[in-house]
C-alpha cells in the first residue's frame, strides 16, 4: 500500500475532508467530529413469543450509547426509508411486490426465518434506508454507523437467514447511482458467508466481496465472493485475527476503493447460539480495531453495520455491538484531535 506524502498545509486545501495524508513522519486525520448513527428500532419486528431472533438487541444497544454520551443526542437519528428506486436496483421487481404485499409462499417465510408482516417491510425499508444514510455520512465525516444493517444472505429474489433485503447492495449501488463513488470494498466480519451479497455481485467488478466466516456454519451452500476465508470451528481470536489481516491487504490491494461498508458481527463470540469460531470479547474488539486501522491507513471512509449476533446472553451481544460503535468514536476523536493540531 503506498501513500501520497505532502511537505506543507497549503497543499491540503484540495483533500476531501477525511482523508489521511502524511506531514513528515506525523499521520494527521482531517476528519469532521461528527459521528452520525443511524437506528430503526422504533420500527416494530412482531414476533412471536420465544421467538429465536433476538429484537431487544437494537433498542439496547441505543439505549447504551444514550447512557455512554457516545453522542450527541442529535447525532443518533432516524433514516428516511430506502425508495422503490434504491430496492429495485438490486431486488427482483416481482420479488418486492410480493414481499409488500404479503403474496410469499410458506416456504419462502420459513427460508428467512421471520413472519411476513406490513410492519416487518417497514422495518426493513428504514434498515435499508439507514445503511444508506451511513453512507452517504462516512463519505462526508469519515465514520457513520447503522446500529442495525447487515443483512447479508438477501438474494436479489428472494430472502433467507432473517433477512429480506440487502441493505449493503442497495447502499452500494445507491452510492454509485448518485455519483458519490465508483468502487466500493465490502468487508464482512459477520460469522456467517454473506451469501446473497456474493451472489448479487458476481458479476459487477466495482464493488468487491470479502467474507471471513465459519466453514461449517450457514449457510450451507456457500457463493463465491471476491474474497472467502473459511475458518474451521473453534478458531479462537490469534487464528482469526491473522486470517484476517491477511484478507484486508489482500483485498485492499485488489480493490482501489472509494468507500468500505463494513458488517461488523457480533456471532463470531465464543458463546452466540450461532457461532463457533470460539472469539472472545476481547478478541472481536481487536478485530474492529484492525478493520478501522486498515481503512484509514488505506484514507478509506467506512459504513458500519452490526450484523449478526445471538449472544446465549443477550446482554453479551449488546456488549460486543457496544464496543464496535466505541471503536468508531474512539477512530473520529483520534482524527479530530489530529486536525485540531494542525
Known amino acids: 500500500m503506498s501513500y501520497r506524502t505532502y511537505s506543507s498545509l497549503s497543499e491540503l486545501s484540495d483533500l476531501p475532508s477525511f482523508w489521511l495524508v502524511f506531514i513528515p513522519e506525523t499521520r494527521v486525520a482531517l476528519l469532521d467530529e461528527i459521528l452520525k448513527i443511524y437506528y430503526t428500532d422504533t420500527f416494530a419486528i412482531p414476533l412471536p413469543e420465544n421467538h429465536s431472533f433476538p429484537v431487544a438487541k437494537y433498542a439496547l ?72 444514510a451511513a453512507c452517504r455520512a462516512a463519505l462526508q465525516d469519515g465514520v457513520a454507523v447503522n446500529l442495525g444493517g447487515g443483512t447479508h444472505h438477501a438474494f436479489s429474489d428472494r430472502g433467507q437467514g432473517f433477512c429480506w433485503l440487502n441493505d449493503t447492495v442497495i447502499a452500494a449501488r445507491a452510492m454509485q447511482a448518485e455519483n458519490r463513488t465508483r468502487n466500493i470494498l465490502i468487508i464482512d466480519c459477520d460469522v456467517h458467508q454473506g451469501n446473497g451479497t456474493a451472489n448479487i455481485l458476481k458479476n459487477d467488478p466495482s464493488i468487491f466481496t470479502f467474507s471471513i466466516h465459519g466453514k461449517n456454519n450457514f449457510p450451507f451452500h456457500k457463493e463465491n465472493s471476491d474474497l472467502d476465508i473459511a475458518l474451521d470451528d473453534g478458531s479462537g481470536d490469534e487464528k482469526y485475527l491473522d486470517a484476517l489481516a491477511a484478507g484486508l491487504s489482500r483485498s485492499l490491494e485488489a480493490m482501489q476503493a472509494d468507500l468500505v461498508i463494513y458488517l461488523a458481527g457480533a456471532d463470531p463470540y465464543e458463546d452466540d447460539r450461532y457461532g463457533r469460531l470460539s472469539l472472545t470479547k476481547e478478541g472481536l474488539a481487536a478485530r474492529d480495531r484492525l478493520v478501522f486501522q486498515y481503512c484509514r491507513k488505506a484514507c ?36 479530530a484531535a489530529a486536525k485540531k493540531a494542525l
Open 300 to 335: 478509506l471512509p467506512l459504513a458500519v453495520t452490526m450484523a449478526g449476533g445471538y449472544g446465549r446472553n443477550i446482554a453479551d451481544t449488546v456488549d460486543i455491538h457496544f464496543e464496535t460503535v466505541a471503536t468508531a468514536r474512539e477512530f473520529q476523536d483520534r482524527s
Open 61 to 132: 444497544l441505543r439505549e447504551r450509547i444514550i447512557a455512554a454520551r457516545i453522542v450527541a443526542p442529535d447525532d443518533l437519528r432516524i433514516p428516511e426509508p430506502a425508495g422503490d428506486e434504491d430496492i429495485l436496483r438490486v431486488h427482483d421487481p416481482e420479488y418486492w411486490r410480493r414481499l409488500q404485499n404479503g403474496e410469499l409462499t410458506d416456504k419462502e417465510i420459513r427460508r428467512v426465518g421471520l413472519p411476513w408482516s406490513p410492519e416487518i417491510v417497514i422495518r426493513a425499508r428504514h434498515s435499508a434506508g439507514a445503511t444508506l
